[in-house]
């Protein structure tokens, strides 16, 4: 059986659009799909990732799989009717599919929504044995213990910068009004036993671990025993938290001795009456120059993600963000538009105020305004987050956020500092380049042509799918 996994691009984030590889690291999706291929089918499989190179027209395959997120989903669906009129069977997975079952359906042989780590299996096992079934759901039990390690070796390394990433956690305790995650997946946290995550970054090669997950705290005790035991490896890891983290000094002195040297924290937003209003209590606005002063005394810079358009944000957001990165010196400022993905209570809002003004999936990428503002036009938020990026990326505002009374406790990640903001200061450059029609434009992947009754149109049959 020749398997190929996909994982498509948003024009922005794809390996020709604006994200340079100092910004991408190897996803783990891919990988770990192909490593719950079971052996016993002795498949070639094959991993197209779109943000690191082309996914080839000409696939040889008799199962493609695609991962799809909101954002990409539009460009996935152009890929899977294509390679589907090729005669090729398409599994389609992902948040976007769990969320939107009958949606991707259309587009799929096969949908698997939720966790994949049982469903994906049993799907390639029911297309060889002519019995592809239309959805998948996740059933009770699932778990992501014990699971083999992702087959990074099927990946292109000189394309990220770095292969190293592990996941710990699936999950988030958190329930942030414009967050999708928890819609699609629910509030379950699924943990790897902390023997297993050990065990596969002894495996990983060179100094630098990331952990993608969505809150490496979102289970206290259970961090309390990865990081303990991540102690002895010496290794340097970044990874993502919540501001929480700065109310708990053991824990971010176990962070520091375990070689945490950067996290990603969603601020979010400038204004209290912001958190309140997207269930972000966590956060708390004034602390936020103390908690950064504690992690750079730890040795631990900072991404720091805010979002605008929420209805508290006025005009004057964009400037005050930018400054307000500056005072505190977050490292690495990341802005975004608050997005409501389609479920999400944010999303639910909206649409029963009648506010969302575009149904292009391509568009909900966090970069593009989707709905009316309620302090703003969409014009005025679209020129307002660019000039954020602008001005936060400007060479002055670079140095202006170097943390000088902590300057000596960064060390040697002040290169990766100079290196990580001049990666940003070139996707600032080109952000309005990606204009909503260059974000839509999918004309790179041929449209198939409508079957008829005297075509000769390729069809699925022999090769085991009887649903679509």
Request: with cysteine.
């Amino acid at each position: 059986m020749k398997i190929a996994l996909l994982s498509p691009s948003g024009a922005m984030h794809r390996y020709n659009g604006s994200f340079h590889k100092n910004l991408h690291y190897a996803p783990i999706t891919l990988a770990l799909l192909a490593a719950l291929v079971p052996e016993e089918l002795h498949a070639d499989i094959k991993i197209y990732d779109e943000s690191a190179g082309p996914i080839p027209l000409d696939l040889d395959a008799d199962v493609i799989g695609i991962t799809c997120i909101t954002g990409t989903a539009e460009r996935c669906y152009r890929y899977a009717d294509y390679f589907r009129s090729r005669g090729i069977c398409v599994i389609m997975g992902g948040v976007h599919p769990t969320l939107m079952p009958e949606e991707a359906m259309a587009h799929a042989d096969s949908v698997i929504t939720g966790l994949g780590e049982d469903n994906f299996p049993r799907a390639l096992f029911d297309f060889r044995d002519g019995r592809l079934r239309p959805v998948y759901r996740q059933e009770p039990g699932t778990s992501i213990e014990g699971r083999p390690l992702p087959r990074k070796d099927l990946m292109d390394r000189k394309k990220y910068i770095t292969m190293n990433t592990v996941e710990a956690i699936r999950g988030c305790c958190h329930t942030c009004s414009f967050c999708a995650y928890p819609q699609a997946f629910g509030k379950t946290l699924y943990k790897r036993t902390v023997d297993d995550i050990i065990g596969e970054i002894k495996t990983c090669r060179g100094k630098i671990v990331v952990f993608p997950d969505v809150n490496l705290i979102a289970d206290l005790q259970f961090a309390e025993e990865l990081f303990t035991a991540m102690i002895p490896l010496k290794k340097w890891w970044f990874g993502l938290a919540t501001s929480s983290i700065g109310h708990d000094p053991v824990l971010m002195k176990l962070f520091q001795k375990s070689g945490c040297k950067g996290l990603l924290i969603g601020f979010e937003s400038v204004n209290q009456e912001t958190q309140k209003d997207i269930h972000k209590g966590v956060n708390a606005v004034s602390e936020y120059g103390e908690l950064m002063s504690a992690l750079h005394h730890h040795g631990i810079m900072v991404m720091g993600c805010f979002a605008f358009g929420s209805d508290g944000d006025g005009k004057d957001v964009f400037d005050r963000t930018v400054k307000m990165c500056e005072e505190t010196k977050i490292d690495l400022p990341r802005f975004a538009v608050i997005t409501p993905f389609p479920k999400a209570p944010f999303y639910n809002e909206l649409e029963e105020q009648g506010r969302i003004t575009e149904r292009n999936w391509a568009l909900y990428d966090v970069e593009h305004v989707v709905y009316a503002p309620k302090n703003m036009t969409k014009e005025e938020l679209e020129q307002g987050i660019s000039r954020a990026w602008e001005k936060a990326y400007s060479i002055r505002s670079i140095f202006r956020r170097i943390d000088m009374k902590n300057f000596f406790k960064i060390n040697i990640l002040w290169f990766g500092y100079f290196a990580v903001n001049i990666g940003y200061r070139r996707y600032a450059k080109k952000y309005q380049l990606f204009d909503e029609k260059a974000m839509m434009d999918n004309s790179d992947i041929p449209v198939p042509s409508e079957p008829n009754a005297e075509s000769d149109a390729p069809t699925l049959a022999g090769q085991g799918v009887t649903g679509r």
